[in-house]
């Protein structure tokens, strides 16, 4: 297998504190992966240890290319002008400036504008401009849409599929189940240091689809409950509540969304 990042038994500690306890999971090449997680699961620290800006404690990280790693906001001094960021990345690769890269990016027309003045869109597309200057072969995005509205959004996505298409390999961390769905190959679950789901979005997909929540409202209130065999389910319940003397006034079937099943697997319940 051709891959671009290779992880096996990731271990980091700040100070008696166990964040990651033993990661495994490989980046295929030109795929477009996600690293998820509840806050604090560990998603920086893991991206961190991986672009080599933090020491891990154990395992082992293999990474076959050039990595570019975007910036976190807060990262250039305010009164910078996006092409003097330009001009100094450029020196630090000893590359060329790409203007066809800055152009697609809309990067030119911000040219005069301090730092502090850009919009968070504007910053996250000078990040991303930035962390593409060395033409490297993995880029590392940190929540790239996070703050962003739509518009805002959906070309950030427009670019980074058009990095993929390019033959890049695309390593982002996220919240954002929908962004995940449109925009990944493959996943990564983290849930208390370790990795609890890792694979397609479609074989997560096809998980939620055979999940179901339950509302039961009775008398004394609404219940609910997963259940991935609802007939079975239904029929236990309604027999429970029939012989605890319980009236069920109300029914409802959901299926479960993708993000609800992400829930539950980063927060470890059981699948
Ligand atoms: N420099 C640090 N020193 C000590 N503890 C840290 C440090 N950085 C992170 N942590 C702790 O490590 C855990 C994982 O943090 P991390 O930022 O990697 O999680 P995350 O999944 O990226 O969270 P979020 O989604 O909130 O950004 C948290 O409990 C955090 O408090």
Not at 17 to 29: D, I, P, Q, R
Not at 133 to 152: C, Q, R, S
Request: charged fraction near 25%; glycine fraction near 10%; aromatic fraction near 6%.
């Amino acid at each position: 297998m051709n891959y671009a990042l290779q992880i096996d038994r990731l271990k980091k500690n700040y100070g008696d504190h166990t964040v990651l306890k033993g990661l495994n999971f490989n980046v295929e090449k030109g795929e477009i992966f996600a690293l998820l997680g509840v806050n604090g699961a560990g998603k920086t620290t893991a991206l961190e240890c991986i672009e080599g800006l933090r020491k891990y404690d154990g395992g082992s990280i293999v990474v076959n290319g050039r990595r570019g790693i975007q910036l976190q906001s807060a990262s250039l001094p305010d009164y910078i002008r996006p092409m003097e960021a330009v001009r100094l990345f450029a020196k630090w690769n000893k590359t060329k400036i790409d203007h066809s890269m800055l152009s697609t990016l809309g990067i030119n027309e911000l040219a005069k504008t301090l730092y502090t003045d850009l919009s968070t869109g504007q910053k996250r597309r000078l990040h991303l401009a930035l962390a593409l200057i060395g033409n490297p072969d993995i880029v590392f995005l940190d929540e790239p849409t996070a703050g962003l509205d739509v518009e805002g959004r959906i070309s950030l996505h427009d670019q980074i599929r058009k990095l993929k298409s390019q033959g890049k390999t695309i390593i982002l961390a996220s919240h954002d189940m929908a962004e995940v769905e449109s925009l990944c190959d493959r996943i990564a679950i983290l849930n208390d240091g370790n990795i609890v789901f890792w694979g397609t979005v479609a074989e997560l997909t096809s998980k939620v689809g055979k999940r179901y929540i339950l509302h039961i409202k009775t008398e004394q209130g609404e219940e609910n409950f997963e259940s991935d065999n609802i007939g079975d389910t239904m029929l236990t319940l309604l027999e429970d509540f029939k012989q605890r003397g319980i009236a069920v006034t109300d029914i409802k079937i959901d299926r479960g969304t993708l993000e609800q099943h992400f829930i539950n697997i980063a927060r470890g319940k059981s699948e």
